[in-house]
T-cell receptor, first 114, second 113 residues
């Protein structure tokens, strides 16, 4: 089974600064999909960004971007110009090539300091 | 378009009781799944379905049953609740086979005493 590891249980960042959340995964597949989800205190899971493994270009969504290193099996999330609303738990997730199984990391709790 | 809905939002059960967590989606998604979220453990897949009449086990299926009689609905049954099943449960759906994102329901907080 695939495993997803988030080695930073907690992170903090000053408002308007940049922070990077780490994620590594273990797989023998060559095609798969990676996601970052945000879970604010409301408990709702919200998609932040998505990356297809066959695409070399790193995905970007406004202030959110990823550094996808396929050979290293690394998928980090960079949040630029951090805002108070970015404070949440962030989960890295892996979807298998068949699309049937999802694996989540244990999450990183991000605090934004005003 | 309501997305993914779950009921109830909160539930307290006594050990040995049974109950069904309801999940419905109106996006015509083939794939539906159930997760449990426990502190420090992220989300773990319980069961999933790739279409009506088709279900399969995920990472932590013991103690849970599912069925999928329609595209829209995917209920999760606890036949004999145990304190170890105290958790937050999420239902999610997506298109199948395209690597698309999952859309999550609001979650159910279940406490078993």
């Amino acid at each position: 089974a695939q495993t997803v590891t988030q080695s930073q249980p907690e992170m903090s960042v000053q408002e308007a600064e940049t922070v990077t959340l780490s994620c590594t995964y273990d797989t023998s597949e060559s095609d798969y999909y990676l996601f970052w989800y945000k879970q604010p205190p409301s408990r709702q899971m919200i998609l932040v960004i998505r990356q297809e493994a066959y695409k070399q270009q790193n995905a970007t969504e406004n202030r959110f971007s990823v550094n996808f290193q396929k050979a290293a099996k690394s998928f980090s999330l960079k949040i630029s110009d951090s805002q108070l609303g970015d404070a949440a738990m962030y989960f890295c997730a892996y979807r298998t090539n068949t699309g049937n199984q999802f694996y989540f990391g244990t999450g990183t709790s991000l605090t934004v300091i005003p | 378009n309501a997305g993914v809905t779950q009921t109830p939002k909160f539930q307290v059960l006594k050990t040995g009781q049974s109950m069904t967590l309801q999940c419905a989606q109106d996006m015509n998604h083939e794939y539906m799944s159930w997760y449990r979220q426990d502190p420090g453990m992220g989300l773990r897949l319980i069961h999933y379905s790739v279409g009506a009449g088709i279900t399969d086990q995920g990472e932590v299926p013991n103690g849970y049953n599912v069925s999928r009689s329609t595209t829209e609905d995917f209920p999760l049954r606890l036949l004999s609740a145990a304190p170890s099943q105290t958790s937050v449960y999420f239902c999610a759906s997506s298109y199948h086979g395209t690597g698309g994102e999952q859309y999550f329901g609001p979650g159910t907080r279940l406490t078993v005493t």
